[in-house]
């Protein structure tokens, strides 16, 4: 079956909805000036050659890569693909494709699931252009992050189509306190309360017990985030050997010992690279990342806190505990588990451990990533291929319907909604508002023409206060007009409702459906063939927002 999406070009789509930048166009386009800053082009089967000879000649320490990735998936239950997978990244003609994201619960939104698909099929794609090569995707579980918010809840339409949040809790209350690596941080039983929640707002389908039942598995009291986030996306592309790495281990981190041991020696050299980087590509863009005088953070009494510089000494952000260089330093190289990088350093971390021939990123990855072309030279870590994540709004039934019987297109939805309904109620509408007040409009002007010319020969300083009597005539016309408006709207408040909750569908919030709405709704409507059709459909070259009808 041949894919039935169609296509909207990202500069169509509202800007502040997707995290858009001109950066990212360029990139798309592969402007000279923007490509520079990266290692090669993902058009261009060249590029992916040159990282890979890259990778052959910098040693990456493949048995223990293996060893605890083996370790990891067997806890999260992988399947014999994955396993086979892990196996293939011993030897070195196999290659990682990588992509990554936050452990959010429930599996976060919908673009984690593009994310892990385009990883998959990019794999596939490098192996047909590359024969004797093993490409295997990898998953990496951002599981160091302690913002819990960020993590703790998700997005769903209800049973009245009303777009609802779902959160877990821990005790039932957001906590205040700074919980550490939020991928170990184990679930209470309020991650039952959240799943009952969330059987209250969806549909009772045939699908439902099976869904749920395989849900509760994986989000159960005592299981961690970054364990049942790795067991839901294993759940979910089970027939594709997807890998998972959760870099909070101390054998990877001992890998790691060696760049956080220069962070901590030749600090602020790295954020002085990014720095100066950032201010070259202001020059044209907007910067996505800000950079820390030291990149890294330190577990400390169940927290995760920002190492931060003082005069003589060091500090842990946020509280009253000093170290001193040394004291760091020995961390660094005795105990470095309890180290973990930010978002500057996190991607040199991750193609350190990773065997890395391209990496899958989201709008804003590909952003930050032109920042950091001098940490990679830095670190003397191989710079993978960036390959932008598909982008994908599910068309269901209901909203194709609801375009046709209105005359719309579905790029029509993605516009501005009072437009868009004001646009149909007078399509529909007996009365056209528009029409009867510009008509209005324009026999009040031509009579006021005639008042002019016959008072300019009465008396001209009369002139002006006909034009202040036309002035408030327009302005009572026009209040007079939106209370029309409203008042049709209510008479069609059928056809407005129908096309409020395709908006609210496309454009939740005022975000793209992909990055607000999760992937258990389309789920439980539609049944487990769900991730096999979109993997199907999905087409992950297009290089624009695919709308793909369900």
């Known amino acids: 079956m041949a894919p039935s999406g169609r296509w909207i070009e990202y500069a169509h789509l509202p800007q502040s909805s997707g995290g858009y930048s001109t950066l990212f166009f360029d990139y798309l386009q592969g402007e000279p000036e923007i490509m520079r800053h990266f290692a090669g082009s ?70 984690t699931c593009y994310k892990a698909a385009t990883a998959i099929q990019l794999a596939a794609k490098l192996a047909t252009k590359f024969p004797g090569k093993n490409f295997v995707p990898v998953f990496w579980l951002e599981g160091e992050d302690h ?42 039983e309020w991650i039952d309360r959240a799943i009952d929640r969330l059987r209250e707002l969806l549909p009772v389908t045939e699908f439902s017990e099976p869904l749920f039942a395989a849900l509760r598995s994986c989000y159960a009291q ?23 790495i959760s870099a909070n281990h101390p054998r990877l981190k001992r890998l790691l010992s060696p760049i956080f041991v220069r962070e901590l020696s030749e600090f602020p050299a790295v954020s002085q690279l990014v720095i100066t980087q950032s201010a070259e590509l202001e020059r044209r863009y907007h910067a996505q990342v800000k950079t820390k005088s030291i990149n890294l953070f330190l577990f400390h009494k169940g927290g995760r806190y920002l190492i931060e510089p003082r005069e003589t000494d060091f500090s842990l952000k946020g509280t009253r505990h000093f170290l001193s260089k040394d004291e760091l330093l020995a961390i660094a190289r005795e105990t470095p588990e309890l180290l973990s990088p930010n978002v500057v350093l996190r991607p040199i971390v991750q193609d350190t451990l990773l065997p890395t021939v391209a990496y899958v990123a989201g709008p804003s990855e590909i952003a930050y990533h032109a920042q950091l072309r001098p940490v990679y030279d830095h670190f003397g870590t191989v710079r993978p291929i960036i390959y932008p994540r598909a982008s994908a709004s599910l068309i269901e039934e209901k909203i194709k319907r609801a375009a046709e019987k209105f005359e719309l297109d579905i790029e029509d939805f993605f516009g501005d909604q009072e437009r868009l309904v004001a646009r149909v109620v007078e399509q529909i509408a007996a009365v056209k508002i528009d029409g009867m007040f510009g008509n209005a409009d324009q026999q009040l002007q031509t009579l006021l023409n005639e008042l002019k010319f016959g008072l300019n020969e009465v008396d001209p300083t009369l002139l002006p206060a006909l034009d202040n009597t036309l002035s408030r005539i327009r302005q009572q016309l026009s209040v007079l007009k939106e209370k029309a408006a409203a008042a ?31 992937m258990l709704y389309f789920l439980d409507k539609y049944g487990p063939t769900t991730i096999p059709w979109l993997m199907e459909e999905l087409e992950i070259d297009g290089f624009k927002h695919q709308l793909i009808s369900r």
């Open 147 to 188: 913002d819990f918010e960020e993590m703790s809840a998700i997005a769903i339409p209800d049973r009245d189509g009303r777009i609802t949040s779902v959160s877990y809790l821990p005790g039932g209350e957001m906590p205040e306190r700074n919980l550490g690596p939020i991928g170990e941080l184990a679930f209470d």
């Open 488 to 518: 049709q709207q209510r008479q069609h408040e059928t056809a407005v409702r129908q096309i409020e909750r395709s908006v609210a569908m496309l454009l939740p919030e005022g975000s793209m459906q992909e990055r607000e709405l999760n």
């Open 222 to 244: 005592g299981k961690t985030f970054n364990e049942a986030f790795a067991r839901w996306l294993g759940y979910l592309f089970h027939a594709h050997g997807l890998v998972f």
């Open 42 to 111: 993902f058009r261009d089967t060249a590029g992916f050659s040159t990282v890979m000879e890259q990778i052959d000649g910098k040693p990456v320490d493949r048995a223990t890569l293996v060893q605890v990735l083996r370790e990891q998936n067997t806890a999260f239950g992988a399947g014999q693909s994955t396993l086979e997978n892990i196996d293939r990244l011993s030897r070195s003609s196999t290659f990682a494709v990588v992509t990554g994201q936050q452990v959010g619960v429930f599996g976060g939104p919908l673009y």
